[in-house]
């Protein structure tokens, strides 16, 4: 895969990378709420993003996936412009991984993380992004 663009977190450009500034993580990509993409970490190399994690039985999720924030807060709807963004950055990665199944933090670490949460419409973005239903074995419920 060609990499987007590289970046490091200036944390002075948004509140939130103020909060998040010390902590040690990571993910390859984040959506802001006006659909900007920022890429962290190239996606041949791992992000650290999951933390302690199992998909499907394979644990130390950081090790063979691709993370993607949103941000958002929990309590209001992502944008339909993050969708979009999501949909399309998705369809490049899939150029180059076109074996990807989907999930949130919340069914990899279930007893610690709760996002994308309730408010994230896994069926728009299987719908934006075209992507099979089989491609996302915790379904499309929110959650």
């Not at 948004?14 to 993910?27: G, L, R, T």
């Not at 302690?52 to 063979?64: A, H, I, K, V």
């Not at 991984?97 to 069914?107: E, I, Q, R, T, V």
Request: with cysteine.
């Amino acid at each position: 895969m060609v990499d987007f663009f590289q970046n490091r977190l200036d944390s002075s450009l948004h509140p939130y990378f103020e909060e998040i500034a010390d902590q040690k993580v990571s993910s390859h990509f984040l959506i802001s709420r006006s659909g900007e993409v920022f890429q962290f970490v190239s996606t041949q190399n791992k992000a650290w993003h999951a933390g302690l994690s199992s998909f499907l039985g394979r644990e130390n999720c950081n090790d063979f996936s691709i993370g993607v924030e949103l941000e958002g807060d929990g309590e209001h709807p992502f944008e339909e412009i993050q969708y979009q963004a999501l949909a399309k950055l998705t369809a490049q990665i899939q150029d180059t991984y076109p074996n990807l199944l989907f999930a949130g933090h919340s069914d990899i670490a279930p007893n610690r993380k709760t996002d994308p949460g309730a408010q994230f419409n896994w069926e728009k973005f299987q719908s934006r992004a075209s992507i099979s239903s089989e491609k996302f074995p915790f379904g499309l419920r929110s959650r």
